[in-house]
């Protein structure tokens, strides 16, 4: 049974930094397509980042670029997102997810098979 976790959100204050961590089981991420997605209230699920699975390329939603690096660690079947520079706009449930389509199918409309309970992150001062 796929099961995802995330942790590591937080309340924090624009222009700071937080890094999520997301914990697999049920399968290994390096054999899945794997990527975050954020939901704020009254807004749409946005794609935030993702790996694929046939290549290792990564993508991320261009309100994000240059600010937050996605990362996995196959020996501890863990997926990490570094989330530098925060803007109030970045605030929403972040939740990781995993699939098995390519990043270019599921990541911008994040429309994942698997996701998990998610983490509140929020930008404030």
């Known amino acids: 049974q796929v099961q995802l976790v995330e942790s590591g959100g937080g309340l924090v204050q624009p222009g700071g930094s937080l890094r999520l961590s997301c914990t697999a089981s049920?399968?290994?991420?390096?054999?899945?397509?794997i990527g975050w997605f954020r939901q704020a209230p009254g807004k749409e699920r946005e794609g935030v980042s993702c790996?694929?699975?046939?290549?290792?390329?990564?993508y991320y939603a261009n309100s994000v670029k240059g600010r937050f690096t996605i990362s996995r660690d196959n020996a501890k079947n863990m997926m990490y997102l570094q989330m530098n520079s925060l803007k109030p706009e970045d605030t929403a449930v972040y939740h990781c997810?995993?699939?098995?389509?390519?990043?270019?199918?599921?990541?911008?409309?994040?429309?994942?098979?698997?996701w998990g309970p998610g983490t509140q992150v929020t930008v404030s001062s």
């Open positions: 997810a995993s699939d098995l389509y390519d990043c270019t199918v599921v990541h911008a409309r994040a429309t994942y098979d698997y």
């Open positions: 790996i694929s699975m046939n290549d290792g390329s990564t």
């Open positions: 049920g399968f290994t991420m390096d054999r899945a397509t």
